[in-house]
């Protein structure tokens, strides 16, 4: 059974950058069927989609986050990554890594399956 | 983007009860392409619904997912204790995805 674990610092400070690591564990982050994504929830809030990113190296990123996202990959360790830079307090969240499956091509449309646990960023001096 | 819009924000009910939640789109979504999600307190999200009407692997068949166009519907039939919790939708029929701000299913 595919799990997924999200690991990196709890706490960043302001403007600095927040770097977390998701690792794929009971199937191949190689398959050819699949993406991996991002998604946060801020404390009491809804989800937001960050970006997704394909075995190759291929990322799609949240249009309202793109200029501060790098998302990427590692096969030989199966993790991929998220990089979010000149982080605020809004950006507090609990960030969620999952498994995407897209739809449409060559639209960047996809639903998450599964989840891993999240780990709870806070932005905060 | 495609704003989610969710009600009731909460619904009381008790366990045995039939549960129904409403997703309704600023936009038509695409080939009806909208998933439904269950969230308890400190857990992720599980997929239940996908393709407005598919269900996930594993999901009962109590829950069951209907709707087209701007309006959608997650039902649960008879509401068992482990299922009061957060309910989510999502809209990936246009960029960017978007998600629903989510209705609580809490028990009376």
């Known amino acids: 059974q595919l799990q997924m674990q999200e690991s990196g610092p709890g706490l960043v400070k302001p403007s600095e950058t927040l770097s977390l690591t998701c690792t794929v564990s009971?199937?191949?982050?190689?398959?050819?069927?699949?993406?991996w994504g991002w998604i946060r929830q801020p404390p009491g809030k809804g989800l937001e989609w960050i970006g997704s990113i394909y075995y190759s190296g291929i990322t799609y990123y949240n249009p309202s986050l793109q200029s501060r996202v790098t998302i990427s990959v590692d096969t030989s360790k199966s993790q991929f990554s998220l990089k979010l830079s000149s982080v605020t307090a809004a950006d507090t969240a609990v960030y969620f890594c999952?498994?995407?499956?897209?739809?449409?091509?060559?639209?960047?449309?996809?639903?998450?399956?599964?989840w891993g646990q999240g780990t709870l960023v806070t932005v905060s001096s | 983007e495609i704003v989610l819009t969710q009600s009731p924000g909460t619904l009381s009910l008790s366990p045995g009860e039939r549960a129904t939640l409403s997703c309704r789109a600023s936009q038509s979504v695409s080939n009806n392409y909208l998933a439904w999600y269950q969230q308890k307190p400190g857990q992720a999200p599980r997929l239940l619904i996908y393709?407005?009407?598919s269900r996930a692997t594993g999901i009962p068949d109590r829950f069951s997912g209907s709707g087209s166009g701007t309006d959608f519907t997650l039902t649960i039939s008879r509401l068992g204790p482990e299922d009061f919790a957060m309910y989510y939708c999502?809209?990936?029929?246009?960029?960017?995805?978007?998600f629903g701000q989510g209705t609580k299913v809490e028990i009376k």
């Open positions: 999952a498994r995407a499956v897209r739809v449409i091509v060559p639209a960047p449309l996809f639903w998450f399956d599964p």
């Open positions: 009971g199937g191949s982050i190689n398959s050819s069927n699949y993406y």
């Open positions: 999502q809209q990936y029929g246009s960029s960017p995805q978007t």
């Open positions: 393709d407005a009407s």
